[in-house]
């Protein structure tokens, strides 16, 4: 099993910064990713990372704004978020999967869920 944690969401004001955290146990060498659910929309994966190799992937939506990384020693997984938009608005995800599937920003890929972590954004 994968137990997932998310904290660091609050409220900012446009052009601010967050970091979220999300901390895992259970499992090791996962496929995760953050995905956000704003009010009235469906799940939109934001960045996914293979713990193991680095590799990352973002929606072109965050591209060059957001951050995913892990500190695979402190089983973290970090999205930094930099000028932040009223538009990132949401419920912040952490999700995990223990194999590559494809699709790594598709929300309907991940099996394991953390409780979410919300960031608001004011204009």
């Known amino acids: 099993q994968v137990q997932l944690q998310e904290s660091g969401g609050g409220s900012v004001q446009a052009g601010g910064s967050l970091t979220l955290s999300c901390t895992t146990s259970?499992?090791?060498?996962?496929?995760m990713a953050w995905i956000r659910q704003a009010p009235g929309k469906q799940r939109e994966g934001v960045a996914a990372?293979?713990?193991?190799?680095?590799?990352?992937i973002y929606a072109d939506s965050v591209k060059g704004r957001f951050t995913i990384s892990r500190d695979n020693g402190k089983k973290t997984l970090y999205l930094q978020m930099n000028s932040l938009k009223p538009e990132d608005t949401a419920m912040y995800y952490c999700?995990?999967?223990?194999?590559?599937?494809?699709?790594?920003?598709?929300?309907?890929?991940?099996?394991?869920w953390g409780q979410g972590t919300q960031v608001t954004v004011s204009s």
């Open positions: 259970g499992y090791s060498n996962l496929y």
């Open positions: 990372i293979y713990t193991v190799a680095g590799n990352t």
């Open positions: 999700a995990a999967r223990r194999s590559n599937l494809g699709g790594a920003l598709l929300p309907s890929r991940y099996d394991y």
